[in-house]
């Protein structure tokens, strides 16, 4: 499948507010297919596997110290994009390239092997959506966070109790809360304690993969409060994945818009929200007054993975499709002001609707 072309998301253009920040970390043209299980009757009459296109020729800038917000339907490839940057996951192509230190030559982590990858490993950190399965049940919390630090070799084995106190506290538990399993916490205090995990090992960019997804609502705003402090206090990068507007909206600085592996667009958060410019994402934001739910307020469903539609991958739910959006992948269009979209009908050479034929 053909893709946009490798068009900059996350506020990189020389107009966007946020322009004169240093790069951390620049995605280039990345792609993430998946095989799916190949039945005998195929293999047999020699038909190739089907792939998922998962992340399909992303770019993005993520800026020191900014949040970037990536929001999109489930199945949109925003988690495995988050899990590509952070390496648990390979891409088949393209690149990350992670700022080196004191302005040196950035690093392509993409073409890193796993012992390469190794030093980078504690720059960029995850917490996950249910903090349950990523802790074990019978590690006592203070050595599970004791082994983060003595893998990493951080601190002097003496040390690291008072370490280990110090990242609970930062995270709201207590010194106390080390001799614990994660079994005897609530479901909020146990992503704090991925969260301190994540923090043990002193990251610049903290990838929180749909962080509140999992808790109460009770206990996301709490949950919330913590992960924006931390940022503030620990000058923390953050690339905040969520299918959620409103918080996307509230913590964000750039937001970026997936629809089936693609950025369809991105820009300064005010103004994505405020001013939405691909369709698809005005009908996100129509859906509920004042931001809402991701699926409300759309026709149909997400096209398969396996078999994308042609040409602009929104054609079979957008209500301005025209005959060109079959055939023409539309590009990334620079629209002022760092925002950008991928749609036919925006930027400098579009065609109103009605002149090029709605469908
Ligand atoms: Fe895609 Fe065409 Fe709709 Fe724009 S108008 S979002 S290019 S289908």
Known sequence: MDSAPDTDAGGAHADSPHAGLEVLIQVRGLRKTFELPHPVLDRLRGRPPHRIHAVDGVCLTLRRGQTLGLV????CGKSTLARCIVGLMPPDAGQ?????????????????????????RRRLQMVFQDPFSSLNPRQRVGDALTEVLAVRGLCAPEQRPARCAELLR?????????????????????????????????????????????????????????????RDRLRLTMLFVSHDLRTVRYVSDTVVVMYLGR????????????????????????????????????????????????????HTRCPYRMPRCVEEPPPL????????????LVGPDAVAAGEAGAM
């Open 263 to 314: 950025v369809v667009e991105h820009g300064p958060a005010a103004m994505v929200f405020e001013r939405p410019r691909h369709p698809y994402t005005q009908a996100l934001m129509a859906s509920v007054p004042g931001v809402g739910a991701l699926d409300a307020g759309l026709a149909g469903d997400v096209p398969s993975a396996i078999h994308p539609p042609s040409g602009c991958p929104f």
């Open 72 to 75: 999109g339907e489930s199945g």
């Open 96 to 120: 990350i390239l992670y700022a080196g230190p004191g302005g040196t030559a950035p690093t392509d982590l993409a073409a890193l092997d796993d012992a390469a990858w190794r030093p980078y």
């Open 170 to 230: 930062q995270v709201g538990l207590t010194a106390a809360d080390a001799a614990r399993f994660p079994g005897e916490f609530s479901g909020g205090q146990r992503q704090r304690i991925a969260i301190a995990r994540a923090l043990a090992v002193g990251p610049e960019l903290l990838v929180a993969d749909e962080p509140l997804s999992a808790l109460d609502v009770s206990i996301q705003a709490q949950i919330l409060r913590l992960l924006l402090d931390l």
């Open 333 to 344: 269009r620079d629209l002022g002001g760092g925002q950008s979209a991928a749609c036919h």
